[in-house]
């Protein structure tokens, strides 16, 4: 059963796969009483990384959470580990990114305010006004900068400047329909989630909708992916479909995918809350 | 409810759209007392197009299916209409194509066996003879025709001669593996189905699911084209897909799929075989 | 292509079926030069009845639309049809019921907020208050009517009284955890629809997710149908379902669950309100 | 990665949950380094039981399979273990029962042959003479045991004393359309699969299409599931669906779902097949 982030540490640990390291992991957690309610792992038989997530009950460990970092620096080291060992308490500051269209939008805020997502929604940004009565319902600060299509450049270094100040954990662009610039990518690399209306790597770029109805697809669907300077080729969190017919028109296919659009970007930036994605390349793995 | 093709005739339409169409096929059939068990009409907003199919009682029919077609002729004219009215009782001649893996083949060949598939399978053609014990025990002609890699097209011309002989109304390629030749692609315009092994248009050409596979997406998938001369770009008749994930190798990806081709194969061909696609330029009209 | 409404005259049309029904209702469209942008049929084997929806351009029609209800008469006599014309253009008035939970509720109003429901939302009634901002926010009226247990006859005519006032052409139970009484329920007779959080007719009755947990399914799903007096058994309009398996606990079925609710039903909505559906006994005809 | 289960020990194990379970296996298989390929845990929180399964490369370990129990006896005390050791190499001895429709046993058999269910397909026992050529064909035993409904004791003795003979590690029902005994269903606890083909607990019993015509469900599934002495009540190993609408007559509703039955059987097979399955009460654990 998956528990609540309240109340667990989870351990996060990428290294080379090789035999013992769950026994070992799993020994040093024991031995500091540690309950573990969930673990997952995964050996990537292409790089030849391991990868492994473990949800451990605070209250059941007879150390500090900062004690386990520190006495765990031995086995991360022998088997040349990078780990995470991380408050599921602690509350990510998010900053969602918007345009015009609500649908993504609504979603998330909406989930967020029954706990459905366990996050600090900071801000939402957009380049233009439309949803800021959305977001003065949930209480969430709104800022309005505007993208000057001729200064792209000055724009972004408002949106740069904001975001500093906001200091986020997680970024997500919930229809933002800007491409973030290279230089956000990488300062604040796998963790920008953004949403492509397309079932990505088809119909990647712009008007994925009219793309798809001219090439005459029985399925339309959505992606969930982290940014990265690539355009829509970052890694892929998460991906749904939907069906279509003849029958709809692109207006339709739009329709259709907003629900898809919803859903997928709802599960990434869930996964991604709760420490289960690895990127790996292009590649994730998602323990769900 | 979709009526069993024996004693019903088809008629399928094209013609511009505009007011009067239906009410002048519908008089014109209800005059002659035809009993219509089915009716799909498509107007496409883009080309202009009106399509119909009409699915009429054979037994209902005051005159016959000849004296019908002569006239049917005046309202064809005075509409600019393209044609036909169908024998639904008549089985379609089939040739399949296949090559090493019998998964298609088996699926295609089982249905027709239960009567799913009203044709008659006249013979399949393989460029390998593993699967030839297949075909006798399902009683359906085997042909093996090699090609021969440096000379493409003397094998083709066996291939074709054959087809001459056989005089197929639909060609099937059941994971065939081999181009098939656009003199070929021409001669069987729009007779000629193919299943491609991925998500159509990702992943075109070779190797969809190694290609699958290190993009990471979260679905694979297969789609069914009517095979043009412009590989992996004819008109898709049906797609479907199934979520996979990191946990998944190649091998695994390649035997996932297989389910998700057998059944994309069996719908696009049941669905040409009753006579519900229209081809309208790369896109098709499908009346399911 | 499904137009949109507006501007649409919707022909909806119930009948024995017999011969030669569509040549006398397309040649009465036609000869008022009505043009027909969307047509769907259904003869019914089991009951013998036909069903028939036309959507019809209104300006198109050399005659109005009262004209038209009159000079229909005579077909629908000599055919013993039931029929209505429909303007499109006509905003039905909804009420929604909602109780505490906001994952129905905010979806539909969000909907309606950008034009994806048709529709005049003159009120929100529930049995508690805690929605009671989310409707101001969306600019919905909201009236409180508490339900009390021991009263509850007298607590649903207070509920009768407001429907009254309010004359609702559609109602919808969008979550709202009470028993319609019977006199509601035949009042407003195949224009009430319900979502109830299981794949019907499993899991009937109340707490559907852990019935669904206790039984170790591995899909769940969601219902909409229309209410009537026996409990949960109503003609269903709309059904899905999601994968869940052994890790999921009740809560997190209930969370999976929200998001197949939440689509079912506003599908289910949306056919109501074009005027898609046709109740025959406990079965729907929907012409998606 | 799911490895091939050549060469591989299964171990699985059952148990009260509690601290440290994890810690003490994963050290026993790494002292004596076993090189684990895939592992996965569940722990019950309504049972209080713990549930894992590791696969152990065979050539990684120090030690051999027969010392591993025996060693394994100490751990397994200490924390109240029923385990299992298993050969991946070892295949199962599978006995199928068929009656006259071919199209799960002709799956099954396909599946079997392209090495896709590792077992030995030791026989087919069908109460009907006509799948005896499909048997042949894939070099699999046949035995005809017809049912006299009158003499059904008689009957199941004599397939009984068959299975007896056979000694099978698995009996799968792929629509035998027979009540098995209960005898039988005790005899082969948790080793008989059947396939239902409705989405238990709906339509359970005889005729689940026609069931699910008359209550007009938008979705029809099939069920795979251990037989119990409770008809139809068997812990769920697998389900799925397919979408259909009113135009669906009852033989439609069957050809749709022979799709479904086939690949949830064979489904439901292979996790057995891999020991991927634990029963609890009446759920399952599918570890897949």
Redesign the interface.
């Known amino acids: 059963?998956?528990k609540k982030l309240s109340n667990t540490l989870i351990l996060k640990i990428q290294c080379p796969d090789r035999?013992?390291i769950?026994?070992?992991v799993?020994?040093f957690?024991?031995?500091h009483?540690?309950?573990?309610?969930e673990?997952n792992?995964?050996?990537?038989?292409v790089t030849g990384q391991f990868y492994m997530r473990s949800a451990i009950r605070a209250d059941?460990l007879a150390i500090s959470a900062e004690a386990f970092r520190l006495a765990f620096q031995s086995i991360a080291k022998a088997f040349e580990m990078t780990f995470e060992l991380i408050d599921g308490q602690h509350k990510q500051r998010v900053v969602l990114f918007a345009s015009k269209e609500?649908?993504c939008l609504?979603d998330l805020l909406?989930r967020w305010?029954?706990n459905?997502l366990s996050c600090d929604m900071v801000a939402v940004i957009s380049n233009h006004e439309v949803l800021a009565?959305?977001c003065q319902?949930f209480n969430v600060p709104f800022h309005h900068i505007a993208i000057d299509p001729r200064q792209k450049k000055a724009s972004f270094e408002a949106v740069e400047e904001q975001l500093e100040r906001l200091s986020p954990d997680l970024i997500v662009l919930a229809r933002y329909m800007q491409i973030f610039p290279s230089g956000l990518c990488e300062r604040y690399s796998s963790r920008v989630i953004n949403i492509h209306h397309s079932?990505?790597?088809?119909?990647a770029g712009a008007k994925p909708y009219h793309q798809a109805y001219?090439?005459?697809?029985?399925?339309i669907?959505a992606t969930s992916h982290y940014v990265t300077e690539a355009l829509d080729e970052g890694?892929?969190?998460?991906?749904?479909?939907i069906r279509v017919?003849?029958?709809?028109?692109i207006s339709?296919l739009a329709?259709l995918g907003?629900?898809i659009e919803r859903?997928v970007l709802a599960r990434a930036v869930r996964h991604h809350l709760e420490h289960r994605v690895f990127v790996?390349g292009?590649?994730?793995?998602?323990f769900d």
Chains 1, 2, 3, 4 share one sequence.
Do not use: C, N
């Open positions: 059963m998956k035999v013992g769950v026994a070992a799993s020994e957690i024991a031995q009483k540690g309950w573990v309610t673990a792992y995964h050996s990537d038989p059941s609500s649908h609504t909406h305010s029954i459905e009565d959305l319902f079932f990505l790597p088809s119909f001219d090439r005459g697809v029985k399925l669907g890694p892929i969190i998460e991906q749904d479909v017919s003849h029958r709809h028109a339709e329709r907003r629900d859903v790996s292009q590649r994730t793995i998602v």
